[in-house]
């Protein structure tokens, strides 16, 4: 038809996060929760995510049915079966072509810490767990600033078999541009 298909892919920061902000320690989560590997791995399925170097080597590995894009400044970095990009914006870029050929209608932000920072002022919707217990760690998300969102959903969760703590999942929705 001639007409000019403009995609447009909301970057949605997928986020498990304790009551005092700790999102993990020493490169691994402190907590096991199988009900919200669950939920992360059923909204993340058939979707391209962008995570830092630390979170993906914490991982380890490739996740199935997902393509994932890390972000390094490391320009010698490689991995097997994954996408690397070297700064956000190619990271965007390399996912953004990605969700086009999976069939994606949006892009995953799986962290750590320094990409959940990066990424705030750009994501359109946080899928957040908070995670009913205050916990030591050394990564922290960062506080998404209180008039830029709007809280759209709320289910609050007990502890499922094998949870170590109860939970709440909240779906913050930006109401503006970033500043
Ligand atoms: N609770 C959750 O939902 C959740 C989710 C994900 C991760 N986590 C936790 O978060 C922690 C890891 O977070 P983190 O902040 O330490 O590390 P991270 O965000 O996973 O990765 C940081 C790395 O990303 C690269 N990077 C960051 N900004 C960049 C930029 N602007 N341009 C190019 N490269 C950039 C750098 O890699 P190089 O050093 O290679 O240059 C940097 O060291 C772990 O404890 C993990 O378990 C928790």
Same mark, same amino acid.
């Given at each position: 038809m001639g007409s000019v298909e403009i995609m447009a892919f909301p970057l949605v920061i997928v986020v498990a996060v304790a009551e005092n902000g700790v999102i993990g320690k020493d490169n691994g989560l402190t907590w096991r929760m199988p009900s919200d590997l669950k939920r992360f791995r059923r909204i993340t399925m058939g979707k391209p995510l962008i995570m830092g170097r630390k979170t993906f080597q914490s991982v380890g590995r490739p996740l199935p049915g997902r393509e994932i894009v890390v972000i390094t400044r490391d320009e010698g970095f490689t991995a097997e079966g994954v996408h690397i990009a070297h700064s956000p914006k190619e990271a965007v870029a390399k996912a953004k072509a990605l969700a086009k050929a999976m069939g994606a209608d949006e892009i995953i932000i799986a962290g750590g810490g320094a990409i959940y920072t990066a990424f705030l002022p750009c994501a359109s919707r946080i899928d957040l767990t908070r995670v009913h217990a205050s916990i030591d760690g050394d990564a922290i998300f960062p506080s998404p600033a209180q008039e830029e969102w709007r809280e759209t959903a709320r289910e609050e969760h007990a502890a &499922?078999? &094998? $949870? $170590?703590h109860a939970f709440t999942l909240i779906t913050l929705s930006r109401t503006s541009k970033s500043p």
């Open positions: &499922g078999p &094998g $949870d $170590d």
